[in-house]
């Protein structure tokens, strides 16, 4: 059984760029959920995607946008970036959409905008 | 707006002492809370969940409390062992789709 892969796991961008986070999800898993922590801050909730259409939003701008693959992989795309995106982006799969049901987080990516 | 809060952000406790780990949360709606360990350089990994029908749930050295009126839950780690230091984060959850985490509770167990 493989875990949940995240890639890269580091990552420098300048702001305005652009920038694009790729998740595995854990195997026979078809819900992946997007959770950015900044320094000092638990995770806060992006967005969360099921069967490859988003299903449900936190408080994030809409430069923050996602995709799911038919294989439930997913990507977290964010558009001009800013200074406080500075942040480790987690991804987590479960096997559904429910908060009551136990996510596998994966390793993060952390991406600095300088 | 941190609906989930957790006011300790490090703790240090002896080797097979009681750990305690508190948080708190102001969403009377939360049902279902969980905490994670989080090592540095890796995510965050479950570790013990209660929902809100019980006020005490226990797996092995964890035991998670839970009381309601006071919306407090706590995480005791009983005896405490040097690979428990990490990171601890409270979550809870409205039966959506998402997790409102706390900030951390950086654990350090003494040899």
């Known amino acids: 059984e493989t875990g949940v892969t995240q890639s890269p796991t580091h990552l420098i961008k300048t702001r305005g760029q652009q920038v694009t986070l790729r998740c595995s999800s854990q195997?026979?898993?078809?819900?992946v959920s997007w959770y950015q922590q900044a320094l000092g801050q638990g995770p806060q909730f992006i967005f969360q995607?099921?069967?490859?259409?988003?299903?449900g939003r936190g408080n994030f701008p809409p430069r923050f946008s996602g995709l799911q693959f038919p294989n439930y992989s997913s990507e977290l795309n964010v558009n001009a970036l800013e200074l406080d995106d500075s942040a480790l982006y987690l991804c987590?799969?479960?096997?559904?959409?429910?908060?009551?049901?136990?996510?596998?987080f994966g390793q993060g990516t952390r991406l600095t905008v300088v | 707006d941190q609906q989930v809060k957790q006011n300790s952000p490090s703790l240090s406790v002896q080797e097979g002492r009681i750990s305690i780990l508190n948080c708190d949360y102001t969403n009377s709606m939360f049902d279902y809370f969980l905490w994670y360990k989080k090592y540095p350089a890796e995510g965050p990994t479950f570790l013990i969940s209660?929902?809100?029908?019980?006020d005490k749930n226990e797996d092995g050295r964890f035991t998670v409390f839970l009381n309601k009126s006071a919306k407090h839950l706590s995480l005791h780690i009983v005896p405490s062992q040097p690979g428990d230091s990490a990171v601890y984060f409270c979550?809870?959850?409205?039966?959506?789709?998402?997790?409102?985490f706390g900030t951390g509770t950086s654990l350090t167990v003494i040899p």
């Open positions: 195997s026979g898993h078809n819900t």
């Open positions: 209660i929902s809100s029908i019980k």
């Open positions: 987590a799969s479960s096997l559904g959409p429910g908060a009551n049901t136990e996510a596998f």
């Open positions: 979550a809870a959850s409205d039966g959506g789709n998402q997790f409102y």
């Open positions: 995607y099921y069967r490859e259409e988003e299903n």
